[in-house]
């Protein structure tokens, strides 16, 4: 019997993960078809009940739900309770676990960005969102003594700051307000530069003037394509990554923990930049943007070829 794996969001008609994932299960011979359900919120508890039955094989979760679902799971992995955010699921008999794989997806990139250099010490966090929270554990648990997090609302970065206040106890983790004259003043302390926020996935917009970002930083954009953010960090002579590599890897870990098998990666990044081709614009977790042109698998000039 052909297995059922799913993606719950709102909307979802425009996500990525679709050909991802179908194209990693045909590669590797594994009977499965992955579905996109749209579901509201007020219909998200009764989609997880369904996906206890034994036909499914796993679900991935997406906006607005990563956090709301949460409470439906029954057990959640260390990854899931420490971002309060699930974008994975397996099941237990009828069991259901909640992971969260956007941290194993930062790791990847932030191996990939920094490369073969020592990992350094002090970051600028832009954003308090769902991936925010996934990027703040990986820099954590990465050993970064300063994290500093700007957001547009300050009351969701302090927040985020309180969430791992425990397990940052031993760092310094802070939220600021944004001002650009502050961002300025931080970024001549950091040398890891992320844009967690939701501004470029749309349009044009950055989330900080190119005039302020100095030289040689390491610049992580989650969104998936070369922002207008990206291209003003490469003209200051910074390296700069966008987000395909820890889309791939999120989905490559989630694929991983569905069927017990290595992630055809090779697979899995043609089959993204396929779909990004073909005209579908959203990576897991955003919403449809705009016209785009694709990018190119590996256009990200990293600091080293690593990866
Ligand atoms: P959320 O909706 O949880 O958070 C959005 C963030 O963007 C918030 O910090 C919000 O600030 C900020 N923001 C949005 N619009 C503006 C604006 N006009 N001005 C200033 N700040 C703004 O989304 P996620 O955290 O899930 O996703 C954020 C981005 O990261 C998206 O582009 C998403 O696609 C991408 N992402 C990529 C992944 C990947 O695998 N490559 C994985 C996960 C996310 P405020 O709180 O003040 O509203």
């Known amino acids: 019997m052909t297995k059922r794996v799913v993606l719950i969001g709102h909307p979802v008609a425009h996500s990525l993960s679709g050909a991802m994932q179908q ?15 749209d579901r ?36 959640l992995t260390e990854e899931a309770q420490a971002t309060g955010a699930v974008n994975t699921i397996t099941r237990e008999g009828r069991r259901l676990v909640g992971h969260n794989t956007d941290v194993a997806g930062f790791d990847a990139a932030l191996d990939r960005l920094v490369g073969r250099q020592k990992m350094p010490k002090h970051a600028v966090l832009l954003g308090a969102g769902g991936g925010a929270r996934a990027v703040a554990y990986g820099l954590i648990r990465a050993g970064f003594q300063r994290v500093i997090v700007f957001n547009r609302h300050l009351h969701r970065a302090e927040g985020l700051v309180k969430h791992f206040a425990k397990g940052a106890a031993h760092m310094e983790l802070r ?23 939701s501004i ?32 003003d960090a490469e003209a200051a002579g910074s390296s700069a990554m966008d987000g395909e590599t820890m889309l791939l890897h999120q989905g490559a870990a989630a694929f991983k923990l569905w069927t017990g098998q290595e992630a055809p990666l090779d697979v899995m990044a043609q089959a993204l930049a396929e779909a990004r081709a073909g005209g579908i614009q959203s990576a897991e977790g955003e919403p449809a943007g705009e016209s785009d042109p694709p990018i190119e698998a590996g256009a990200a000039t990293a600091a080293s070829g690593a990866g």
Do not use: C, Q
């Open 23 to 37: 194209a990693a299960f045909d590669a590797a011979g594994i009977d499965a078809a992955y579905e996109l359900w």
């Open 200 to 231: 470029g996935l749309v349009g044009d917009e950055t989330p900080v003037p190119g005039e302020i970002l100095p030289s040689d930083l390491l610049v992580l954009d989650l969104i998936y394509k070369r922002t207008r953010f990206l291209r």
């Open 40 to 75: 509201s919120p007020l219909a998200l508890p009764g989609a997880i009940a369904e996906i206890r039955r034994d036909e499914f094989l796993g679900v991935n979760v997406t906006i607005p739900h990563k956090e709301r679902v949460v409470p439906l799971v029954d057990r």
């Open 175 to 197: 939220a600021m307000p944004w001002h650009v004259s502050i961002i300025e003043s931080e970024l001549a302390k950091t040398k890891v530069l992320v844009n967690a926020t």
